[in-house]
């Protein structure tokens, strides 16, 4: 009795904070831009409150918005095991995991999201992106279709599941949903950076070059457009445009390891002499591949024509018969005929129907076209956050 009493009067006067009434103020100022002071009410809420459950969403909500995902997925979940009925608890904590790459936790957790709102068209398109990035472009596939149909103007499903159709090698199916998704949305950078990458690989090169810069006129810093269009403009014969290219994305970004690799190609194999240096080429291909762990097979080839470059024949074939070993195939191959190459101590010189000795001149041979050794990587974009950070006034059951 007194104590209930005691407590009664201590809120009353003011000595002891009010948990709600913290929550409110929290509220008011993360609306206001004003994060961190925000994160402090909101923290003296659940100091207060320890079972405050919103009061931890809010939390999570703060440090997310200031970039401590660790520290969000650990408020959703604190707020998870209060009441793990909160569907907006489940995706933050599932946007947070995908911030921090951790793709299998973020899937999980919009499964549990969406179990609690089957109906949410958001958590249906951002299920579809962690889908993808599990590794299951099928399910990611469904998932768009699904946002689609209800949704036909949503430019960004159009997008994922290009991307995941053409993980799926439907080339043709992806090729037209990029298209669809550009024409929706020219502004959509993002599907500008993936129909570049898909004609690259389909050897449309032209058109990858278009694509990608249509993707850096919208944000002239993405590395990895940059970085697309210096390959399409190598296979091209636009060998300057291409180093300009490859090393801007190092200037910018000197971790990028693909396009070190793809720059130690361009010095080891240019036809053209006035580009090829062996000496850098081999000191780009080896930090690429130190940066990637040497876990890219594919790449050891790059290294093998850029020893092969410097004249280091035997280091060249080592490198090629690696190369080789891990992704065998006919002796045929370009692959096979680089080692022969190099075991007859000459260098590689990569020709294709787009690229002659002179730079931007017409092509001269009718070889069939080969891309520069490597490949893609997985990537998650362009989610949907429906109330990440949107702070919560309902007050759970202490």
Known sequence: MFGRLETWLRQRLGLEPNASLLNQLGMKLFEQGRTAEALVQFERAVAAAPYFAAA?????????????????????????????????????????????????????????????EPESLDLVYNRGVAAAAVGRPDLAVADMTLVIAHDPQRAAAWQQRGVALAALERSDDALADLQRATELDPSLADAWRELGTLHYFRGELAAAVEASSRCLALTPHD???????????????????????????????????????????????????????????????????????????????????????????????????????????????????????????????????????????????????ELIPGGRTVRFQDLVRPSEATPVEKEQPL
């Open 223 to 369: 590395g990895l457009a940059a970085n697309n269009r210096g390959c399409g403009l190598f296979l091209l014969g636009r060998f300057a445009e291409a180093g300009a290219d490859l090393k801007q994305v190092l200037a910018e970004q000197p971790q990028f390891a693909s396009a070190k690799k793809n720059l130690a190609w361009l010095r080891a194999t240019c036809p053209d002499e006035r580009y090829r240096n062996g000496a850098e080429a081999v000191a780009l291909a080896r930090t690429a591949l130190e940066i990637i762990q040497w876990d890219q097979p594919q790449w050891l080839e790059v290294l093998a024509a850029a020893e092969a470059e410097a004249g280091n024949f035997a280091e060249a074939v080592r490198r090629q018969e690696e190369a080789i070993a891990a992704s065998p195939g006919g002796s045929g191959t370009p692959a096979q005929r680089r080692l022969a190459l190099y075991q007859s101590g000459q260098p590689f010189r990569h020709r294709s129907p787009c690229a002659s000795h002179e730079e931007n001149a017409p092509p001269t041979d009718t070889a069939a076209l």
């Open 56 to 116: 931890w969403m809010n939390i999570a909500g703060c440090k997310a918005t200031l970039g401590d995902h660790e520290a969000a997925v650990d408020g959703y979940t604190k707020a998870i095991a209060i009441d793990p009925r909160i569907m907006l608890a489940w995706n933050g904590r599932a946007l947070a995991n995908l911030q921090l790459q951790r793709f299998a936790e973020a899937f999980a957790d919009f499964e549990q999201a969406l179990a609690l």
